[in-house]
């Protein structure tokens, strides 16, 4: 009885902390300390990204791979050392884009205000503000995120979903992170930009089961097209592929409806027409692109409050690439 009334109390304690923490999160968290931060990286953003708009997946796919592994610290973003393979090494990150635009950023933001706007408060903001330069949805980024102090490579296979997972494992990464089945979808979506690498849908083009076979949940013409087109050979580690073909610096319903055709270009993708549930809020995303905005902004806003440092912990980080 008495193990059990601790356990309760603990668990309470760490609800309140949780929500302790999300508390300081604030709009305008810098709005004293460094009032021209989100500014500059609005500005910085809306001048660069309309130049190489397919930046904006790449910035978005960061901020997504930071939360899921430790929470929006800018793990992500730290270099390994001789003593540590930092998540930035880990194979899972070795495609992710979009470091030397966030490290930029950084230095014109500590010649603004030395040691005030943290890494992982730049890579949540510049997320948001590049999906909205290629007119996409805008949400709220409450800010005062810290640094981590710990970058953790092996962590990457263990938190972060992958192009092969099924719809179980998916649902249970982003439990695993706080997140939930239609935020699963909705974040999905995102997949509206951006392109995929020829290496990680070879196996699903060329050898599905081992017996030299393509997966059969994907259509049999987009197969071939892909064999035709693009992705040539099972060995072809180069040629990229776009996600939402026609459209991939668009944001827009696009991947839903390639999703429905069974052309979804990764298992994952494919893995959303295994349950009812998850086709039903495919169909309810699709019903306006008003209604997919308003879900994909609530998503987001979840996302990047997954496992925030607050107040004195972690630490501000002088370059993002370095732990102080």
Known sequence: MGSHSYMKVW???LIALIGATHAQLELGFYSKSCPNAEKIISDYVNEHI???????????????????VRGCDGSV???STKNNQAEKEAP??????????IEVLKSVLEAECPGVVSCADIVALTARDSIRAIGGPYW???????????SNGALTLQFLPAPFHNLTTLIGRFRQVGLDI??????????????????TIATRLYNFTGNGDADPSLDSTYVQNLKTTKCK???????????????????????YKQVLKRRGLFQSDSALLDSVATRNIINHELTSTDTFFRDFTLSMEKLGRIGVLTGTQGEIRKICSRIN
């Open 233 to 255: 050979s099972i060995a072809d580690q180069t040629t990229l592929v776009e996600m939402d073909p026609g459209s991939r610096n668009s944001f827009d319903l696009g991947y």
């Open 11 to 13: 668990i309470l304690c």
């Open 50 to 68: 309309h130049k190489v708009p397919s930046l904006a997946a790449a910035l978005l796919r960061v901020h997504f791979h930071d939360c899921f």
């Open 92 to 101: 899972p990150n070795l495609t992710l884009r979009g470091f030397d635009f």
């Open 77 to 79: 973003l730290v270099t």
């Open 140 to 150: 709220n980024v409450p800010t005062g995120r810290r640094d981590g102090l710990i």
């Open 182 to 199: 239609k935020d699963l979808v909705v974040l999905s979506g995102a997949h509206t930009i951006g392109i995929g690498h020829c290496s």
